[in-house]
């Protein structure tokens, strides 16, 4: 058992976090979002240029190597300077993806292209009526002529405005909610029949809702085996919902940070609040969630290398139920401890919130992966 | 031990329903009810289709031109017009600095301030929290020198609730610094028009401008302004927060709130299933419900005691601290139920002439936000922190 960082790991530490910290500074951060919405070109570039988009992508793809803990390393830092580029969408979900199930051709096409930073992705999997199971699809595939035709809409694509590519799930065959006969689609967005709803979000990225009337899409735009999906989809949500942790603890502990500062600094009642029990209490819970939080992004992270699909599920729905739990704790608890101040635009705390709060609901939320957990339960032998 | 209602008191409930339903504008109804913006005008035009029935001072004596009802009456007064989607009467003048006047101030104030709350001409707006004063609020600096027949006023006010709008401010100011820091601070009354008189806004975490802060700078206000005596404010502010925690509970706001969660629940799919079949789901509104039955059963245990004697104790910490809990469970149930849709933010959708097509179900364009927002209950009107300190010292005498 070792849970120390392998210096290449603190390397790659180091460099985000100076990076991070010299061009990501929330004053940066919020005249770079006035400016363009949900990306910035010049940082994309020069995150390319770090190595940092060609994490998890294999070296003879064009990549970095790497595995779930060094994308861990990057969430992190990404959480605690609230970076909306579209890191999630385009590395971990989409060339985690074409990097699984992807052909050849496909990966030739894709991945040097996405570590490179010239390309952009989006993962267009989730609908209204699904809420978060992953095998309910309503979006039809039909073979016609020698490719297919696409049929549906789907919800809250992340970064579906700015994306080169979209990955689109359909249902091939199979019921509605079967878990056999969901396939998936790279789709050019600009096709005829994609339509795109953009708008900001909560936390200052961007999502957009897919409309799909009748796309056509070739046969060698279809990513693994036909109606073979969902273990790859079920394996590319893990990894994001890992990656989420790592980012909301990143989050969380900057939180702590500023909030125990804060203690020590705002007077109340000719004291510095901080030497308040009940406010010591508070941080000291706050502090032991974080610290647990922690170890379940390090489960996580670490599940994403298991074998057994099974036991990865459980490790990462466990992980990403607490972190949400304790991201709520923490959020709230850190506004509250900041009193109104923290309640405006102007400070960080607020932004941290939103976002905890907007991890939380991205690819179930911690009722969600508690519910998966106790199912899970049931189904013990 | 009888928990219903007295015949008089179902004839009263009707009587207000009735009127509710005859006399609220669907429009504005259907704002509150779909979590729109509220314009000035439309807390307005409630105010003044109340005040023409003479219920816009539901807790006032009937001296002052109030109805002069009981706090049960009061109870259902303010839960039957919440059930409807009445935007509530703002508290400034109504509820905080009105019975501040009727019981500390002088006859001119009473005769010139008290029908123009009433009539809606006056919007007042509270001056009490400072940057360095929050939870120590006597500790505050604003400062007002005598000189001749007036005050100058220096000084900055913060999260104040609606001043832009606001044609008067109720503020607490240093006049002395003698003693205990209670013992020098004075009541004024400001009109909001008086040269030196700046109001800037604060932008929250949801984007809404709601609150401000009010910059004095060599502000002269009339020594005719000043509530009861120089020096006695503190002993005012106690008995104006007092009043302003009794309407808290804010227990019709949350039953109207728990119909809409259920309603969202039912037209919500999961699994392609509604979400209210989804017994992890309805149990988390079932706590809830239960939470909000319990806040409601003490506040009518509460507001029947303060029937007897007139003045809240320190029972209504209690109804605040639940009520602001139950109030931030609620907006976070809703946010939840709606999943992924809690993401958009299209602010224009919050406007109610926008025509635009919704992202998402009709419903969820607020919830977010108002989840945002809804943090400030356990904030504001005296943290939750300082209700338990009251409770630990008031109750238990700890």
């Not at chain 2, 409930?13 to 979590?35: C, I, M, S, W, Y």
Request: net charge neutral; glycine share 10%.
């Amino acid at each position: 058992m070792d849970f120390s960082l392998a210096e290449e790991r603190r390397l790659l530490q180091d460099t985000i976090k100076r990076y991070l910290g010299r061009e990501y500074a929330f004053d940066q951060r919020r005249k770079r979002l006035a400016a363009n919405a949900g990306i910035s070109r010049e940082i994309w570039k020069q995150l390319a240029e770090l190595g940092v988009l060609g994490i998890g992508i294999r070296e003879d793809d064009g990549g970095m190597g790497g595995d779930a803990f060094d994308t861990m390393i990057v969430m992190e830092a990404m959480g605690r300077a609230l970076v909306v580029e579209p890191y999630l969408s385009t590395v971990v979900l989409a060339a985690g993806l074409i990097s699984d199930a992807g052909s050849d051709a496909q990966r030739a096409a894709w991945l040097p292209a996405i570590a490179a930073g010239e390309k952009l992705l989006a993962f267009a999997h989730g609908e209204a009526a699904a809420r978060y199971a992953a095998s309910y699809v309503e979006t039809r595939a039909v073979r016609s002529g020698k490719g297919w035709k696409l049929e549906g809409t789907k919800a809250v694509v992340l970064n579906g405005d700015s994306a080169d590519a979209l990955i689109v799930s359909a249902r091939t065959g199979g019921n509605v909610s079967g878990r056999e006969g969901i396939s998936l689609f790279i789709v050019d967005p600009k096709s005829r029949g994609v339509s795109l709803r953009a708008y900001p979000t909560q936390d200052a990225g961007r999502a957009a809702d897919l409309r799909l009337n009748g796309v056509e899409v070739g046969d060698d735009m279809r990513i693994g085996a036909e109606g073979q999906a969902l273990a790859f989809i079920e394996r590319s949500l893990d990894r994001a919902n890992a990656a989420l942790c790592a980012e909301a603890i990143g989050i969380i502990e900057a939180m702590n940070e500023a909030t125990l500062e804060y203690l020590k600094t705002r007077k109340q009642f000719g004291q510095p609040i901080g030497r308040f029990q009940a406010l010591q209490h508070r941080m000291a819970d706050m502090t032991i969630k974080a610290v647990e939080a922690r170890s379940m992004a390090i489960l996580a992270a670490s599940a994403m290398s298991s074998a057994d699909p099974d036991e990865r599920a459980r490790r990462v729905a466990s992980a990403k139920a607490f972190v949400s739990q304790a991201g709520r704790f923490v959020g709230q608890q850190a506004i509250q401890l900041h009193g109104a101040i923290g309640m405006t635009d102007e400070l960080v705390v607020s932004h941290w919130f939103k976002r905890l709060a907007m991890i939380d609901v991205t690819f179930g939320d911690a009722e969600h992966h508690l519910g998966r957990v106790s199912d899970m339960i049931l189904a013990e032998a | 031990m009888d928990l219903e209602y007295t015949a008089d008191e179902r004839a009263f409930r009707d009587e207000v329903r009735e009127f509710v339903q005859r006399n609220l504008p669907t429009d504005l109804a259907a704002k509150v009810h779909e979590g729109k913006r509220l314009s000035r005008e439309d807390f307005l035009a409630w105010h003044r289709i109340l005040h023409k029935r003479g219920w816009v001072a539901a807790g006032w004596p009937k001296e002052f031109g109030g109805p002069g009802w009981t706090p049960v009456q009061q109870h259902i007064f303010d839960e039957e017009c919440a059930a409807a989607g009445a935007p509530f009467v703002l508290p400034f003048g109504v509820r905080m600095v009105a019975p501040v006047i009727q019981r500390f101030g002088n006859g001119t104030q009473k005769d010139y301030f008290l029908p123009r709350i009433l009539s809606g001409e006056h919007w007042w707006c509270q001056g009490y929290s400072e940057p360095g004063s929050g939870s120590d609020l006597a500790s505050l600096k604003t400062r007002a020198v005598r000189e001749g027949d007036h005050y100058v006023v220096n000084g900055q006010k913060t999260w104040n609730t609606l001043g832009q709008y606001a044609d008067w401010i109720f503020c607490l100011v240093r006049t002395g610094t003698e003693g205990r820091p209670q013992e020098g601070i004075s009541f004024l009354l400001i009109d909001m028009k008086t040269p030196g008189v700046t109001v800037r806004p604060i932008r929250t975490l949801e984007g809404e401008h709601e609150i401000n802060e009010i910059w004095f700078e060599d502000v002269k206000v009339p020594i005719a302004n000043l509530v009861g005596e120089e020096n006695k404010g503190w002993t005012y502010a106690k008995f104006l927060l007092g009043h302003e925690r009794t309407g808290i509970a804010g227990v019709g706001r949350s039953k109207r709130e728990l119909k809409k969660l259920k309603d969202i629940a039912r037209r919500e799919r999961s699994s392609g299933h509604p979400l209210i079949e989804d017994a992890r789901f309805r149990d988390r509104i079932a706590q809830v419900e239960i939470e909000i039955l319990a806040l409601e059963v003490t506040n009518l245990r509460v507001l029947s005691e303060e029937g007897k004697q007139r003045t809240p104790g320190p029972e209504a910490s209690i109804l605040k601290v639940r009520g602001s809990e139950i109030q931030q469970s609620l907006s976070e149930l809703m946010m939840h139920a709606i999943g992924h849709y809690a993401l958009p933010h299209v602010r224009e959708a919050l406007d109610a002439d926008w025509t635009g097509e919704p992202v998402g179900p009709d419903y969820a364009a607020p919830l977010a936000g108002t989840y945002f927002n809804f943090r400030k209950t356990s904030i504001y009107s005296g943290s939750n922190e300082i209700q338990k300190n009251i409770i630990s010292q008031m109750i238990l005498g700890l």
